[in-house]
């Protein structure tokens, strides 16, 4: 099973729509242990989006892919536009031109993007932040193509385990963003951008299936 | 032409009040402000943050200051989006400090590397070294008799008069000992009005540098 732009594009207006659903309970997260803007951020930032689809959607899912990234860029301030937007830019750059979305496909645009966020944001595992769900949302999608899963097999793997790496975020220290200023007193709280990205792969998992 | 700067802050109060301080040392830099979101709001704007480094690459490149981390990561990623990535350098410093660090090194001239190096140096003020005794060189004791003593104008004016000189210059107030090149570390000094300063040169215009000096102090830098 592959997927096509229009597919592409479908799973980032699902996304969007989870984004707005659960754009109150993203910035109370991020109230608790950031600037509180977490959640009104992303949900500009795909509001944006889905008015830039509704204007015309590229034909590949590349071209999708780069149109939520510079959207995301521009749109969505805090540490989440930059280190979103240079995950679908990443992960669309890995797609190039190509028309269909295979399972080895998204597995590169997942690593890619995945990498885009440890770049830009130079958090490792355990620092607190959305790495912490994507680093096994990255590993979890690779095991389940290794066992033969189609897209949507390894999406919903890489949401499962998206949810309890944003879970585990509760226990740890925050090293990186707004919230390591708060050092010990943060724990006990989850990461609002571990959620949202938590958030975002459930979504897509969902959209292709 | 001088290296431009660009000062990425959360708050556009922060950013243009921070431009209008850093211009006051160094008048002929181009400092663009670009803080907060286009509807006044705090963040930071990457459409924004682009259109002001091109704005202020006047051909010699230029340096990126920041305040808080994500205005790092729109910074590095407004570089990372220009035609050429290399004309532009996200600098680590301190915003404040760093802005006119940077300021004073773009007015003296040096390329953007150096620049962001001031920025980055000027995190680290106690980062001096006791200068060797300045043997060969020349040494000139003046009286500050000016109000503020050294403080940011003064040591501005002073560091911009002195790189134009071909000369090493300390400046020394009882044990502690400046970089001439560095406003922050003559700031640092504390000189104030009345205090006796030891300016040593080394270097082939050093008497030059010191003369120069010697006028300006003795002119109360103007003021």
Do not use: W
């Amino acid at each position: 099973m592959t997927c096509k732009a229009e597919g592409v594009a479908a799973a980032v207006r699902a996304a969007a729509a989870v984004v707005a659903e659960h754009r109150a309970e993203l910035v109370e997260l991020d109230r608790a242990i950031g600037d509180g803007d977490h959640g009104e951020n992303l949900n500009r930032g795909f509001t944006a989006v889905v008015a830039a689809l509704d204007a015309g959607a590229p034909d590949t899912p590349g071209g999708v892919l780069k149109l939520v990234a510079t959207t995301l860029i521009s749109k969505v301030g805090g540490a989440a536009g930059p280190l979103y937007g240079t995950a679908f830019l990443r992960a669309s750059a890995k797609l190039g031109a190509a028309a269909d979305l295979d399972v080895p496909a998204l597995l590169d645009a997942l690593r890619a993007g995945l990498e885009g966020v440890q770049a830009r944001g130079k958090a490792v595992g355990g620092d607190a932040t959305m790495v912490d769900a994507l680093i096994p949302a990255v590993s979890a999608a690779e095991k389940a193509a290794e066992d033969g899963g189609d897209v949507a097999a390894v999406l919903t793997a890489a949401a499962d385990a998206a949810d309890r790496g944003a879970e585990s975020t509760v226990d740890l220290v925050p090293r990186k963003g707004r919230a390591s200023y708060l050092g010990e007193r943060a724990v006990g709280h989850l990461d609002p951008g571990a959620r949202s990205s938590a958030l975002l792969l459930r979504a897509f998992a969902e959209a292709a299936r | 032409m001088s290296v431009g700067i660009v000062l990425v802050s959360h708050s556009a109060k922060l950013a243009e009040g921070l431009a209008e301080l850093a211009a006051q040392m160094a008048p002929d830099v181009t400092i663009v402000p670009a803080g907060g979101l286009s509807d006044g709001s705090i963040g930071t704007d990457y459409d924004e943050v682009v259109a002001a480094t091109q704005r202020a690459d006047r051909g010699d490149g230029v340096v990126l200051l920041y305040d808080l981390g994500s205005a790092q990561m729109t910074a590095e990623l407004a570089v990372e989006s220009l035609a050429d990535p290399s004309a532009a350098i996200v600098a680590d410093g301190p915003l404040v400090e760093g802005a006119i660090a940077a300021a004073v090194a773009a007015q003296a001239g040096q390329d953007r590397k150096a620049v962001a190096e001031a920025a980055a140096a000027a995190g680290i003020p106690e980062d001096l070294e006791p200068a060797e005794a300045t043997a060969g060189g020349a040494e000139v004791e003046l009286e500050l008799r000016n109000d503020v003593g050294l403080h940011a104008r003064p040591a501005a004016v002073l560091v911009r008069t002195l790189s134009e000189f071909d000369a090493e210059v300390t400046v020394r107030l009882g044990d502690q000992e400046a970089d001439g090149r560095s406003v922050l570390a003559l700031m640092s000094l504390g000189a104030r009005q009345g205090d006796r300063i030891l300016l040593r040169a080394r270097g082939p215009q050093a008497a030059a540098a010191l003369q120069k000096a010697k006028e300006l102090v003795d002119g109360n830098f103007g003021e």
